[in-house]
Nanobody, 122 residues
Framework: VQLQASGGGLVQAGGSLRLSCAAS????????MGWFRQAPGKEREFVAA???????NYANSVKGRFTISQDNVKNTVYLQMNSLKPEDTAVYYC?????????????????WGQGTLVTVSS
């Protein structure tokens, strides 16, 4: 499975961005798609995940502000980010997992995209 993330950029606090992750290859082997992020000097952290049937899971820090969705025909997963805060600044990675549930553990994800930078200015 190959993953291509896009949509990052510079936005002011309170603004919105939508990230996209296009998957190709043996996508049927990846039941769950997730988004993680890594800020400078910090560990990678879970953001959101969605299963093939549409179950979702969110980190507490983004609940109510971020929405994960998917287009199974296009094999693309989206992360709509609203009410962005400076602390959301990070490189965002999409990842794919064969897990049967919307896991938040990075070790469960075996395919990773290259990352896209999101910068939120105050």
């Amino acid at each position: 499975v190959q993953l291509q993330a896009s949509g990052g950029g510079l936005v002011q606090a309170g603004g919105s961005l939508r990230l996209s992750c296009a998957a190709s290859g043996r996508t049927r082997s990846s039941n769950v798609m997730g988004w993680f992020r890594q800020a400078p000097g910090k560990e990678r952290e879970f953001v959101a995940a969605i299963s093939w049937i549409g179950s979702t899971n969110y980190a507490n820090s983004v609940k109510g502000r971020f929405t994960i969705s998917q287009d199974n025909v296009k094999n693309t997963v989206y992360l709509q980010m609203n009410s962005l805060k400076p602390e959301d600044t990070a490189v965002y990675y999409c990842a794919a997992s064969p897990s049967p549930w919307t896991t938040n553990r990075s070790v469960d994800y075996i395919y990773w995209g290259q990352g896209t930078l999101v910068t939120v200015s105050s």
